[in-house]
């Protein structure tokens, strides 16, 4: 019994445990109630890393997703106000440093999404930390990246100022004012293919009286005079400017400072706080949460696993070059774009059906191609930069296009071939060389393939036409020579004999000086010779074209056999015509 006590009582405890494991799983190292980094500085600390562990936290959100991130000078209070917009006590929120060095080392989410509902959809909103700017051991590039960084991936961003507006704040401002031209300018008022994050001036000081936060963004807006022509100021003023465009997509707002003794923030309470600042932190919280949008990009919104994508894409981006730009961040962008315009490309020409004709070819390439530009820009980011990614992709479609055009010269002399061979055995199999070979080349062989096949044909036609004349002009020949000694040696036709000579010397003179091989294929008197001789020699009866030598051969020798050995009576005569009388019975006198 009492071992059986212990064991429930084991049993009891490892339960209690559990459940209590369970509880306080927030507080647990493997707990998402946490920050963790998603970028991390490199060795140098130049450029930027992922760092899976915070990634891994993000992909496990469904819905929709908005981050809210906070930039500024390093001590300057980020992480504190992060913990205070999400109600969170610096033990629990992120960490806040109170040595000179900065804390927070890249950017860092806060691992357990605030839902929020925005128009009738879920909505998990991550915060994000960021890394101080122009503190000691870091390069004016690394804070240049963070920032653009934070730019893109934020839905709103408070730009956390202390006391006051300087120059190199609105200089800081640059690579948002291009993104924000780059992207919202040219799509607003349309679907939104990118927006960047909504700024929120935040300045953070001892005192509320005087100039109000909107009067000191708005004279820190204001061109500077630069009667000298300085560079410098000139960058400025065009920064102003595009600032002052894009005040719709800005906000302004003041925070007094919670307690003079900072250092011991932490550990304060609200009620220990200054009474005016947790006033205006509460209405700071709504503020930012009517600014919050969940982030679009392409018209659609992204979830945990798309927005570690979108990530990826920015960081490889800001890293290709030594200065992060917005070119090189329109390229990234339009690179996914790029590849499926291509694609469409490519399923519009694999339509042609090859071989087809030059001609067929170029009109689907310029479907294609219309095809593709259009997707591109319905889909593109960017407006200015985007002409280099257009230059890009008419040089891809080129290539594309060059293969194609390969291709089809391929297939086309494949089937030039067959069809070539095919007319080739027609022409060895036909016998009436006239009519159905010439024919069989027209039917066979003409197929609309491209222009090498028509001439590879032509060629074929004019060479069996040279061949077939020869061949029929040598037999002519000789058969007016034959028609001559026949009719001197055989018949003794006088007339025979004559009318043999002038064929051999019209077919010997008249025919080469005049008549080309081809004119002479088409000359109708020549064809009435031609269809006479065809109906002789391929006759149904006697294919003359197969049996001529051997009856020649037979005929030559009755003829010999007829002329010189007709009877074996006038042999002797035949062959020696002597005197034919009797010598004996000769009545010429004789004489002495």
């Known amino acids: 019994m009492g071992l059986l006590r212990g064991f429930a009582t084991a049993v009891w405890a490892a339960a209690w445990l559990l459940a209590a494991a369970a509880a306080a799983g927030a507080d647990i190292p493997g707990g998402l109630e946490r920050a963790f980094p998603i970028v991390e500085p490199d060795y140098g600390h130049t450029k930027l890393c992922l760092a899976k562990e915070g990634l891994e936290a993000i992909q496990r959100i469904k819905t929709p997703i908005a981050a809210v991130s906070v930039i500024g000078p390093y001590r300057s209070g980020k992480s504190f106000l992060l913990n205070q917009l999400m109600s969170l006590s610096c033990d629990r ?60 991936l934020s839905s709103v961003m408070i730009y956390n100022l202390p006391e006051t507006i300087r120059e190199a704040d609105i200089s800081r401002l640059s690579f948002a004012v291009e993104i924000a031209e780059e992207f919202y ?20 000081r001892d005192f509320l009286e005087g100039k109000s936060v909107k009067q000191m963004v708005d004279e820190a807006l204001q061109r500077v005079p630069n009667n000298n022509g300085d560079k ?166 080129k290539k594309v296009y060059r293969n194609f055009g390969q291709a089809n010269e391929y297939q086309s002399s494949k089937l030039c ?34 222009y090498t096949c028509f001439q590879m044909l032509a060629r074929s036609r004019a060479l069996f036409i040279k061949e077939y004349n020869n061949k029929l002009f040598n037999w002519l020949v000789i058969f007016s020579l034959v028609m001559v000694v026949i009719g001197r040696f055989v018949l003794k036709f006088f007339l025979l004999e004559i009318a043999a000579w002038v064929m051999f010397a019209f077919l010997e003179t008249y025919t080469r000086l005049f008549w080309s091989s081809e004119s002479l294929y088409y000359n109708p008197v020549w064809n009435v010779i031609v269809s006479s001789w065809e109906t002789i020699v ?47 019975n000769s009545n010429r006198p004789r004489t002495d």
């Not at 607003?188 to 300045?203: M, N, R, S, T, Y």
């Open 417 to 450: 071939e067959a069809r070539f061979s095919q007319c080739e055995d027609k022409m060895e199999h036909l016998q009436i060389a006239w009519g159905q070979p010439r024919k069989a080349i027209n039917a066979e062989c003409q197929s609309p393939v491209l």
């Open 232 to 397: 410098n100021i000139d960058e400025i003023n065009q920064i102003r400017d595009s600032l002052a465009v894009m005040g719709g997509n800005s906000t302004a707002f003041s925070l007094p400072q919670p307690h003079l003794q900072r250092t011991k923030l932490c550990d304060m309470e609200d009620q220990e706080l200054d009474p005016s600042y947790v006033k205006r932190r509460d209405q700071l919280k709504q503020i930012v949460a009517s600014m919050i949008k969940p982030k679009f990009v392409q018209g659609r919104t992204l979830n945990g696993t798309e927005f570690v994508s979108f990530l990826g894409q920015i960081l490889e981006a800001l890293n290709k070059g030594e200065i992060p730009s917005t070119g090189s961040l329109v390229e990234i962008f339009n690179k996914a774009i790029l590849e499926r315009c291509l694609k469409v490309y490519s399923e519009i020409m694999g339509r042609a059906g090859l071989p087809v004709s030059v001609d067929k070819l170029q009109e689907f390439h310029k479907l294609a191609k219309d095809e593709a530009k259009g997707l591109f820009d319905k889909q593109h980011f960017g407006k200015h930069h985007a002409a280099q990614s257009i230059i890009k992709l008419d040089e891809e479609i």
């Open 93 to 152: 929120g992120f960490g806040v440093g109170h040595m000179r060095d900065t804390k927070t080392k890249g950017i860092w989410v806060w691992g357990s999404p605030i839902e929020v509902d925005i128009d009738g959809s879920k909505v998990s909103v991550l915060y994000l930390d960021t890394e101080g700017f122009e503190s000691v051991g870091k390069s004016n590039v690394y804070d240049d990246r963070i920032f653009a960084l934070a730019t893109v």
């Open 185 to 204: 300018g040219r799509v607003k008022g349309q679907d939104v293919a990118f927006e960047p994050a909504k700024l929120l001036w935040l300045i953070q």
């Open 538 to 584: 391929y006759s149904p009866l006697l294919d003359l074209d197969r049996w001529a030598t051997p009856l020649l051969s037979m005929l030559l020798f009755l003829t010999i056999y007829w002329r010189c050995l007709g009877g074996r009576k006038g042999i002797a005569q035949s062959l020696l015509p002597l005197y034919n009388g009797s010598y004996r």
